[in-house]
């Protein structure tokens, strides 16, 4: 059974940081490409941010570029999302995903596996 597992969500100041994990099971990790997406109350689901199978990869969206950082470590089955300089509007549910593909992805669709999700809620 495939499990996604978020942690590292909590209440920041606008301006801080957070390091959001997201720990696989039940599958072979490194056949996966992984993605952050995220949804506010009302909205619908983003793309965030995702990385290739083995890390050569990134693509993020674009109001995040330069503030988030995905990377992954395939011995440790585990995808993380730095965030810096956050902003209120960052405030959401993120969700980690897993895909099985080359390269990277960033529509929900394309994604199999999904966590249950970590809350960020970021304060003005």
Do not use: H
């Amino acid at each position: 059974q495939v499990q996604l597992v978020e942690s590292g969500g909590g209440l920041v100041q606008a301006g801080g940081s957070l390091r959001l994990s997201c720990a696989a099971s039940g599958l072979t990790f490194s056949s996966y490409a992984m993605g952050w997406f995220r949804q506010a109350p009302g909205k619908e689901r983003e793309f965030v941010a995702a990385i290739s199978r083995g890390g050569g990869s990134t693509s993020y969206k674009d109001s995040v570029k330069g503030r988030f950082t995905i990377s992954r470590d395939n011995a440790l089955n585990t995808v993380y999302l730095q965030m810096n300089s956050l902003k209120p509007e960052d405030t959401a549910v993120y969700l980690c995903a897993a895909d099985w593909t080359y390269g990277t992805r960033s529509y929900a669709e394309a994604y199999d596996y999904w966590g249950q999700g970590t809350q960020v809620t970021v304060s003005s």
